[in-house]
């Protein structure tokens, strides 16, 4: 087998999970010369990195404009134009369906800021969503905005900041 092609099957392999280990033996049992094998594997390693390098700025940009996006039509969705409509039925429900909404996409948006950047790629490549985290993260901020947008939902939108003059405060530090 010709270097190049062996270098082929090494990306495949490094692809889909096996270490350095595993593809020696199964070079050995295909009766392929293991004499360069050391250079080969870097070489594959340097191959994907520069895949990596090339293709994951744009797909990791992308995906944090697409999450950050989403967090801001959720936020305000659930926290203004859905009370404005005086939804009174299934309120819970929709309230939990707006801080899971906004939570994960909050929380997507944190995993990928500045994950485009090259030395973020070598380390880590794309971000993965670990379930385990996401609960521990984003559980008290997914409560406390089912309460506020249950709240929110039953005084009418804005109600609660003027209430509390938070707009009124915030209009006079805009125009001052």
């Keep these: 087998m010709e270097n190049e092609r062996i270098i082929e099957v090494i990306i495949d392999k490094i692809n889909n999970g096996y270490d ?27 191959k994907i990195l520069e895949y990596k390098l090339k293709t994951y700025p ?20 659930f926290l203004i134009i859905i009370p404005l409509l005086n939804i009174t039925i299934g309120l819970i429900p929709l309230s939990i369906l707006g801080a899971f909404t906004i939570s994960l996409s909050g929380f997507y948006s944190i995993l990928y800021y500045k994950s485009w950047e090259a030395d973020f790629i070598e380390k880590i490549g794309k971000p993965k969503l670990n379930l385990q985290t996401y609960i521990l993260v984003c559980s008290l901020p997914a409560v406390l905005l089912f309460f506020i947008i249950s709240w929110n939902s039953l ?20 125009f001052r």
Excluded: M, W
């Design 20 to 46: 350095d280990y595993e593809i020696e033996k199964f070079l050995e049992r295909q009766e392929i010369s293991l004499d360069k094998f050391d250079k080969q594997i870097e070489e594959a390693k340097n």
């Design 58 to 77: 744009k797909q990791n940009r992308l995906a944090f404009i697409i999450s950050l996006s989403l967090f801001v039509v959720f936020l305000i969705s």
């Design 155 to 174: 005084e009418g939108p804005g109600h609660n900041l003027y209430k509390l003059s938070l707009t009124s405060k915030l209009f006079k530090l805009l």
